[in-house]
């Protein structure tokens, strides 16, 4: 791409090995205009279904208006761990030991959290540790850590699909959805070239009437379908971890993803992927 500032050029399988999720904070200073459109350029270069490109993007670099989505995104973090939601809902994918990550290759390894809840760990899907991560005040501060993370984050990008193309309950909605994806990676992959990390937005989707507040607040209009929210920015070189944070870089063997022509036969490991 032309215009692209960072040293050297990165090989895409190293783009693709070394992709990651940003949870920590990103630095103050604003993303500059040439990578914003850097950005959507690559979004734009994703393949759609006869070339429909349904998507379309709102750079969110306004101070007030992410105020205003980061005290939802931190309102809604709270009320979802407050109601249980959070870990019941997602509770198949947490891990709280590395040789429990070895095995399952899957999921988030809890592995950095306050030392008042280390004891708790392992029951923390019960309704007797969940009433105490309340009483000690957990939810609030998780809501806050979620607020601060948004409202720090120099830019927010909304992805939303036009709905001429994007009808639900048809193939074409299926075909913009997939299409939506390989937009979004496209950004994801970028990211790191240009120094800058992101993060997918969640907590406000899992709640109807937060999703519909944030419509009204970027305007969305009637032909337009709000999809997702992430937050990006510059990484700090001594990015600090959150209070309670995970690592998710396991990925599964190819003998557990792949197979050879047909389900019957699954594709062997390559062997340094070959179990010690």
Same mark, same amino acid.
């Given at each position: ?10 090989e895409l399988i190293d783009a693709i090995r070394q992709r990651r999720t940003t949870n920590g904070p990103f630095e103050p200073r604003p993303v500059s205009l040439e990578h914003q ?10 393949? +759609?279904?006869? *070339? ?7 750079? !969110? ?18 009320? @979802? ?9 997602? $509770? $198949? ?33 019960? *309704? ?5 991560? +309340? ?20 830019? !927010? @990008? ?20 997939? +299409? ?7 950004? /994801? @992959? %970028? ?9 997918? !937005? ?5 709640? #109807? ?13 009637? *032909?337009?379908? %709000? ?12 990015? $600090?971890? *959150?209070?309670?944070? /995970? ?23 390559? #062997? ?5």
């Amino acid at each position: 791409m032309q215009g692209l500032t960072t040293k050297g050029t990165m090989e895409l399988i190293d783009a693709i090995r070394q992709r990651r999720t940003t949870n920590g904070p990103f630095e103050p200073r604003p993303v500059s205009l040439e990578h914003q459109h850097l950005l959507i350029e690559a979004a734009g270069r994703a393949p +759609s279904h006869f *070339n429909s490109q349904p998507w379309r993007f709102i750079l !969110i670099d306004d101070a007030a208006v992410r105020s205003r989505i980061a005290t939802i995104g931190g309102r809604t973090m709270k009320q @979802l761990m407050e109601r249980g939601t959070f870990f019941s809902r997602y $509770k $198949k994918y947490f891990r709280f030991s590395q040789a429990e990550m070895d095995e399952r290759r899957d999921g988030i390894l809890i592995d950095q959290l306050p030392t008042i809840l280390k004891p708790f760990i392992k029951q923390v899907f019960s *309704n007797t540790v969940l009433s105490l991560m +309340s009483k000690l005040g957990v939810p609030s501060m998780l809501g806050e850590d979620s607020r601060k993370l948004i409202e720090g984050s120099p830019l !927010i @990008l909304a992805v939303l699909l036009d709905k001429e193309e994007y009808i639900p309950d048809a193939l074409s909605g299926f075909y913009c959805q997939l +299409s939506m994806g390989m937009a979004i990676e496209h950004i /994801w @992959l %970028l990211t790191r070239e240009l120094g800058m990390g992101i993060q997918f !937005i969640s907590t406000p989707m899992e709640i #109807p009437e937060a999703w519909q507040e944030l419509k009204e607040l970027l305007c969305v209009p009637e *032909n337009l379908e %709000l999809m997702a929210l992430y937050r990006l920015g510059y990484v700090p070189q001594d990015a $600090k971890r *959150n209070r309670i944070d /995970w690592k998710s870089d396991q990925r599964k063997r190819m003998s557990q993803i792949a197979f050879r022509n047909s389900c019957a036969t699954p594709e062997p490991d390559a #062997p340094s992927q070959t179990p010690t």
